[in-house]
């Protein structure tokens, strides 16, 4: 049992390339999310997602793009990076959402974007 | 909208003293959760403790308890017989409209030996 796992652990990208981030949970969660933490703040809701095929905007979703194909998997995507992106990017998995359910998150991905 | 506050950006702690780390919330809903978090050096987020608005007791796990005060909007954590390991970023969340946690800005626990 894995848990959530992210993929890439770093990386490194110039201004205006493109990635892709994948997490995935074994967990059979339904909703699943991607936050990025930046210096001196804590995690930022960027995308989220309540079941397979659904999508929706968290705090700071410009410049993201999300896909949920398949249960486990919640892939966060940016189409032309800029600097503003340089985070630490968490995704985290809950069984029904809060108030009362514990997220499980991801290792986290750092990226820097130069 | 939901809003977490964590006044305390360091502190301190002898170790095998007990330390508050403090954390205030604002929020409109009746029911909610407050969850802390412990972020070590390493990166990763490791779930503490939970405490529903509903729960009449405070919640305990180990060496940790929350202190809850509903009327005050408090959610303090107690980290009884501090340990060198405890040293780390520690965040106070609060459950979101949209399923999502909303984290306060951190306070970041150093233990001395």
């Known amino acids: 049992n894995a848990g959530v796992t992210q993929t890439p652990k770093f990386r490194v990208l110039k201004t205006g390339q493109s990635m892709t981030l994948l997490c995935a949970q074994d967990m059979n969660h339904e909703y699943m999310y991607w936050y990025r933490q930046d210096p001196g703040m804590g995690l930022r809701l960027i995308h989220y997602s309540v079941g397979e095929g659904t999508t929706a905007k968290g705090e700071v979703p410009d410049g993201y793009n999300v896909s949920r194909l398949k249960k486990q998997n919640f892939l966060l995507g940016l189409e032309s990076a800029a600097p503003s992106q340089t985070s630490v990017y968490f995704c985290?998995?809950?069984?029904?959402?809060?108030?009362?359910?514990?997220?499980?998150f991801g290792p986290g991905t750092r990226l820097t974007v130069t | 909208a939901q809003k977490i506050t964590q006044t305390q950006p360091g502190m301190f702690v002898q170790e095998k003293e007990a330390v508050t780390l403090d954390c205030t919330y604002d929020t409109s809903d009746q029911s909610y959760g407050l969850f802390w978090y412990k972020q070590p050096s390493s990166g990763e987020m490791i779930f503490l403790i939970y405490q529903g608005s509903y729960d009449e007791q405070n919640a305990t796990e180990g060496r940790y308890s929350l202190n809850f005060q509903k009327a005050r909007k408090s959610a303090n954590l107690v980290i009884s017989a501090s340990q060198l390991g405890d040293s780390a970023m520690y965040f106070c969340?609060?459950?979101?409209?949209?399923?999502?946690?909303?984290f306060g800005k951190g306070t970041k626990l150093s233990v001395k030996p």
């Open positions: 985290a998995s809950s069984d029904l959402g809060v108030p009362s359910y514990e997220q499980y």
């Open positions: 969340a609060i459950g979101g409209s949209q399923g999502n946690l909303i």
